[in-house]
């Protein structure tokens, strides 16, 4: 137990940073390795990976995990674990925080898993799946009002439009089947009814047959204040949410948590990882919109900060099928993460901007910075590379406090063009 242990972490952004920061305080890692040593954060953390990461040629990764030790391997997003990175390197013993390609496609297949959530009774939207252009649309005019309409498949958290107009609807099927914005992953079309309420998201470890719950947490997926614009992968999430209570959250259980691991099992899956339900808290109670088969970005942020356990601990146990063994311990409080993204994201984010004010935010007392879409050129300036670029989070007393600590540092943060919401954690 209390050997070093040498870990991979797969991944390069703001989730992965805040798992490595974590990782970094147990006493009982040893090594950490990153595939995403371009990330600054991670760079400071981790020792990159030597060997070219791609599933055509797993078995490079698989020797140098053997060459240096590695018995534990924790995969943050969801790209990898679809594309099956977990069945490749679990064996031999060694240790995957991550479910298999089976588990990944509650979150890599959404008609997949709207079958699963009918089969097994959870409560969700009504849904329809098409794989034909002419048939959405035809489907989407029968309508009294517009639907939601969602690409199949894994779109970076920008595959679902939720139209204000017919019109709209008809048009997002064009954009996902016939111009093909998502590649592959909008052959097929679900289009479900559009629900109201406060949305929360719940995570779940999981360690194929024992469910622990985290903190909650409220995630603001579209790109403006009062939730105008595109969605996106997150703008800012806080935790926890006051929106679920103890009762409602043993409703969650009972009703999702519960029936969709039993689905699972039915299906043969043994899922090791965390389990994300993304719920709409309906009047008729929580339906869930999306599952997530990974920690979600930037809910990782504001959960890590405020997580007391130790998670190496916790991880090992998730993998070792022992999370009744363990206890969740986290800080009392609250956190805010908020996400600086570079101008023109969602769409097309400018890179190569240079960022200014880093030390002085990292300065301001309970804030962490989290680097997701950043560089550092040769000169050692830190650049904009992605459209999240990095998420400021903050832990305080009260989410009043850690949202006013986020907010002071986020505003000493400068690049051309920043977008950052204002009314991160104000719905709490
Ligand atoms: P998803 O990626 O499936 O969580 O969808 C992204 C966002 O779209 C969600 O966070 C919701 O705000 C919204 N959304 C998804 N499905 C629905 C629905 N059935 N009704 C209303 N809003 C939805
Ligand atoms: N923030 C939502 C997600 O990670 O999918």
Same mark, same amino acid.
């Given at each position: 137990m209390s050997q070093p242990i040498n870990v991979l972490l797969m991944g390069g952004g703001g989730r992965e940073h805040a798992l490595a920061i974590k990782l970094r305080q147990s006493p009982r890692l040893g090594r950490l390795f990153t595939t995403h040593a371009d990330n600054p954060g991670l760079a400071a953390l981790a020792t990159p990976v030597d060997v070219p990461v791609n599933i055509r040629e797993a078995y490079r990764l698989v020797q140098f995990l053997d060459k240096h030790n590695v018995s534990l391997v924790v995969i943050g997003p969801e790209d990898p674990l679809a594309e099956g990175w977990a069945d490749k390197l679990r064996a031999d013993g060694r240790l995957v925080f991550g479910p298999g390609a089976d588990g990944a496609r509650l979150e890599a297949d959404k008609a997949w898993a709207k079958q699963l959530m009918r089969g097994a009774s959870i409560p969700t939207a009504e849904a329809r799946i098409f794989d034909d252009a002419a048939a959405a649309t035809a489907f989407v005019r029968s309508r009294p009002n517009p639907p939601v309409i969602k690409a199949a498949g894994l779109a970076k958290g920008k595959g679902v439009f939720v139209p204000d107009t017919t019109g709209q609807a008809v048009d997002a099927i064009d954009k996902i089947? +016939?111009?093909?914005?998502f590649g592959a992953a909008g052959s097929q079309v679900v289009i479900e009814e559009r629900l109201e309420g406060p949305e929360v998201s719940v995570l779940a470890l999981v360690d194929g047959h024992n469910i622990y719950v985290m903190e909650t947490c409220q995630d603001h997926k579209r790109l403006g204040d009062g939730d105008s614009g595109p969605n996106t992968g997150g703008m800012g999430a806080f935790c926890?949410?006051?929106? +679920?209570?103890e009762a409602l959250m043993q409703r969650i259980e009972r009703q999702v948590l519960v029936p969709t691991l039993d689905a699972l099992r039915r299906e043969g899956i043994d899922y090791r990882g965390v389990l994300y339900a993304g719920l709409m808290l309906t009047p008729a109670g929580p339906k869930v919109l999306e599952y997530n088969c990974r920690f979600g970005d930037p809910e990782c942020q504001a959960l890590m900060v405020r997580l007391e356990s130790d998670l190496l601990d916790v991880i090992t146990a998730t993998c070792q099928g022992r999370l009744h063994e363990i206890d969740l311990a986290w800080k009392p409080g609250a956190s805010c993460c908020i996400v600086l993204a570079a101008p023109g994201y969602p769409d097309s984010p400018r890179a190569g901007l240079p960022i200014t004010g880093l030390e002085a935010a990292a300065a301001v007392p309970g804030v962490t910075i989290h680097h997701a879409g950043t560089r550092r050129t040769a000169d050692g300036t830190i650049v904009t590379a992605g459209g999240r670029a990095l998420g400021i989070t903050a832990a305080g007393s009260s989410i009043e406090e850690a949202r006013s600590l986020a907010y002071r540092a986020a505003d000493l943060v400068h690049f051309e063009g920043k977008q950052m919401r204002r009314d991160i954690g104000i719905k709490a």
């Open positions: 089947m +016939v111009a093909k914005i926890p949410s006051r929106q +679920v209570d």
